[in-house]
């Protein structure tokens, strides 16, 4: 059975009409869907934080800049991968874009095929970045599942301590460390201590 790709949209910002035809057409070559906008207003009046994808970005606009858009996104807590384009070498501007965690900053005319790949990079990028936030929510979900108890020897174990050196600790016995640890691993549905040991990092506990 073929793998089901999950369904991304790259967004595409250019107050230039030739410039967003002509990259639209390109994008949708390679099967994936565009959607255009001819300001940076009007990408955040129809922007969905939910929609897995990029942000392909002109520079210099008027209005509000490319720049400002990554300033307002980022104020607004809006994480979407950035590929900026320009018309203009800009120092300035590129170590400021990259600074503020572009992908790439290219300029006009550049390569289709590297557009197309720093895409298709910037995509993944978004898509990886939402399963970790999405584990990391569900990890902590469990999380606040355990009593204050199980979350004190949940930080002992992960942190190395064995079953006695955990009972010595807490001025409890080692089989009551062993009932906590098996409700801690089942609350947690982790499998061994290595994956607990994981989910304990995604929480930010170690």
Known sequence: MAEIKPKTLVYLVDDDFSIRDSLSLLIE????AVRCFESADAFLNNFDADQAGCLILDVRMPSMSGLE????????????PIIFISGHAD????????????????????????????????????????????????FKKLLSQLTPR????????????SNKEVAKH????????DVHRAKI??????????????????????
């Open 69 to 80: 858009l990554q300033e307002e996104l980022a104020r607004r807590d809006f994480a979407i």
């Open 185 to 206: 691993m089942g609350k947690m549905e982790a499998e061994d201590l290595s994956e607990l040991t994981v989910i304990a990092m995604h929480c930010g506990l170690i």
């Open 170 to 177: 807490l001025n409890i016995s080692p089989r009551t460390i």
């Open 29 to 32: 070559t390679t099967g994936q």
């Open 91 to 138: 120092v300035p501007d590129s170590s400021k874009a990259f600074r503020a965690g572009a992908i790439d900053y290219m300029e006009k005319p550049f390569d289709s095929d590297t557009l197309l790949t720093r895409m298709q990079e910037a995509i993944q990028k978004d898509l990886d970045t939402r399963v970790y936030n999405a584990e990391k929510r569900k």
């Open 150 to 161: 199980e979350h004190e020897v949940l930080i002992l174990v992960v942190k190395g301590h």
